[in-house]
């Protein structure tokens, strides 16, 4: 309560209001959603995500203070140029930092960059958020120096967005870019700095193209330790030489300072030249090549995910040709999925975290995915219209906030505007393109965002409350405070039971069957109604030879989780085991329907139809 007192006590503006109660609704519903769920344990997860969304956009909002919009910009661009120098050094200097074994999905081959996000795509597109947050100190920042650096530091940026392969990342950089172009009222200083930018990105591709096995992520070719050395190189003097053009630049005085273009024609302008490149791509012919299905070069993560194992991959399309590529990689047949899922259920969807298994027993192509990857088809299919409405009114509010306040605020907040509405609308592409909803520090950059777009930080005047009214402004704030930590704290409870089934399945690997079965009843006691403690018991058992405990609980494990095949096929293992031969037929079977398609099953398919 003694900290309350020195946060602002500005009320929350409606649009704050309008997108947090969207959000706490949506949290609701999910959880409401748990009820006609086959997965208790998804079900939760996907509340718990929720949740903490909820808490920290309530809590930004809490916190922001009347103007103090660059400040959380500012934050945003130097969390995300950390953490992508911290993903380029890792590709530059393997030996620095250790890839986790990430590695071991692409044996000898291509490695996209994805670390510290172990997922190129998420990295890439969280990444690409990044640009008109810089952009936007470069332009605005009240220092030479300042201003200088965030376009110095964009090549690098650029770098480690190439080297992830990501084309939902190159377009959420290109579409927050433009975005903030067309908002922002300094046009021409932005297009300055912008053809900088660009200028340098183009050398930095230069620099990386000449370096292949760098490029594609062949860590142990030989020389390429020398690779990344000279590209290490090479990219500090092009960012050096990025912010020192654009030092000379921004210190002559042009003639028009403003670019006073409206912003309708702006817009015109560029949909016209992305027409242009559209059809000049040949759209027809990319877009038959997109719905083509995958080779499934995941198919054996299957296997990993019943035995633990880990699956050999073969190599991927090198960087610069995946880049130019228009294959979907599935995901044509992932969205038809979705959206066969949401016509059996249009109004409430079959349940939180359902996609997985259905798209297992539905999928039209042999591919192993928990998600669909577009939150907003896998929320109409999991939560139905009314989930995705809700959705999109929490994602919606801040922009029509930000449209309002964007005419009527001055240059500086104008630039912070149009910077956080650009990361909102490329987070909202990028989702719309990838799972990246589930990858928690994606979402977070454009939940603080929406919280700034819509709370006290942009809000045209200062709405404190009076002062006969401060201790009920202030309960009312711990009040708030309070509900975010404990949703904060809520997520700690999977996290130890993870870890409890981690460490029960490093113990039986090592032959500590006691300490094993010591965890997995350890995980099983913090989240009694998820599955995977029960199926690690099960697990544990059986190699202990207790047949009727492990039989128990792989039945728990199955009640909780009526759809998961690998259930269904790990008991029949055990029931074969214990001699129950026609009970392990029939949940053979069981698993047989439930995952149609998959090639771990295709050989036990076809011993039972001879």
């Not at 009820?35 to 079900?43: G, K, L, N, Y």
């Not at 021409?188 to 990105?201: E, K, Q, S």
């Not at 090479?234 to 210190?251: F, K, M, P, Q």
């Not at 999109?392 to 509405?421: H, K, M, N, S, Y």
Request: hydrophobic share 55%; glycine share 8%.
């Amino acid at each position: 309560a003694v900290g309350m007192l020195v946060w602002p006590l500005e009320r929350p503006p409606r649009a704050a209001l309008v997108a947090g109660g969207a959000l706490a609704a949506l949290l609701a519903w999910t959880a409401i959603a748990i009820a006609w769920s086959d997965s208790a344990e998804r079900a939760f997860t996907e509340v718990n995500r929720v949740a903490f969304y909820l808490a920290l956009f309530a809590i930004v909002v809490a916190a922001s203070r009347r103007g103090s919009g660059p400040r959380w910009a500012d934050g945003l661009a130097l969390g995300i140029a950390a953490t992508a120098l911290l993903g380029l050094v890792s590709r530059l200097f393997p030996d620095l930092i250790g890839d986790r074994e990430v590695s071991s999905f692409f044996p000898g081959g291509t490695r996209y960059l994805g670390y510290p996000l172990d997922y190129w795509n998420g990295l890439g597109i969280f990444v690409g958020l990044g640009f008109p947050l810089l952009l936007r100190t470069a332009i605005d920042a009240r220092s030479l120096v300042a201003r200088s650096f965030a376009v110095g530091f964009t090549p690098a940026l650029f770098a480690t967005l190439y080297l992830t392969s990501s084309r939902g990342g190159m377009g959420t950089a290109v579409l927050g870019t433009l975005v903030f172009v067309a908002l922002c009222s300094e046009r021409l200083r932005a297009l300055v700095a912008l053809a900088v930018v660009a200028a340098g990105a183009a050398a930095v591709v230069a620099v990386l193209s000449a370096r292949p096995e760098l490029a594609d992520g062949n860590l142990q070719a030989e020389g390429v330790a020398a690779q990344g050395t000279s590209a290490a190189v090479w990219i500090a003097v092009i960012c050096i030489a990025a912010g020192l053009l654009y030092t000379v630049a921004a210190r002559l005085r042009m003639p028009a300072p403003r670019l006073r273009v409206p912003r309708l024609a702006l817009a015109a302008g560029a949909l016209a030249l992305v027409a242009a490149a559209v059809i000049a791509a040949d759209p027809a012919s990319r877009f038959e090549s997109f719905k083509q299905p995958p080779s499934n070069p995941f198919a054996r993560a299957e296997t990993s995910a019943a035995t633990g194992g880990v699956a050999d991959t073969p190599r991927l399309a090198p960087t610069s040709r995946h880049l130019l590529s228009s294959t979907g990689n599935g995901r044509w047949q992932f969205w038809n999925a979705a959206v066969d899922e949401f016509e059996t259920r249009p109004l409430t969807g079959r349940g939180p975290g359902s996609y997985e298994a259905w798209w297992a027993q539905h999928g039209s192509v042999s591919y192993f995915t928990r998600h669909a990857h577009s939150l907003y088809l896998e929320t109409l299919g999991e939560l139905g219209a009314v989930g995705l409405i809700l959705l999109l009114v929490f994602l919606g509010a801040p922009l029509v906030a930000a449209a309002t306040r964007l005419r009527r605020v001055d240059r500086t907040e104008q630039g912070v505007i149009a910077a956080l509405a650009g990361v909102v609308i490329a987070f909202c592409f990028g989702a719309g393109i990838d799972w990246v909803w589930q990858l928690t520090v994606v979402p977070a950059v454009a939940i603080v965002a929406l919280a700034v777009l819509a709370g006290p930080a942009t809000a045209l005047d200062a709405q404190a409350g009076p002062p006969r009214r401060r201790a009920l402004r202030v309960g009312a704030r711990v009040a708030v405070v309070v509900a975010a930590l404990v949703l904060i704290a809520a997520q700690v409870v999977p996290f130890l039971a993870q870890d409890d089934i981690r460490r029960s399945q490093h113990r039986f690997a090592s032959g500590d069957f006691e300490g094993a079965r010591a965890a997995a009843v350890s995980a099983r006691d913090l989240q009694p109604w998820a599955a995977s403690p029960h199926l690690q018991l099960a697990l544990v058992e059986e190699r202990r030879g207790e047949l009727p405990v492990a039989r128990s609980a792989i039945s728990e494990a199955i009640e909780r989780d009526s759809l998961d095949w690998r259930l269904w096929l790990t008991a029949a293992r055990i029931d074969s085991a214990a001699g129950f031969e026609s009970s392990a037929r029939a949940r053979l079977d069981r698993a047989v329907e439930l995952n149609p398609r998959s090639p771990v099953l295709a050989p036990l398919r076809r011993g039972a139809s001879r």
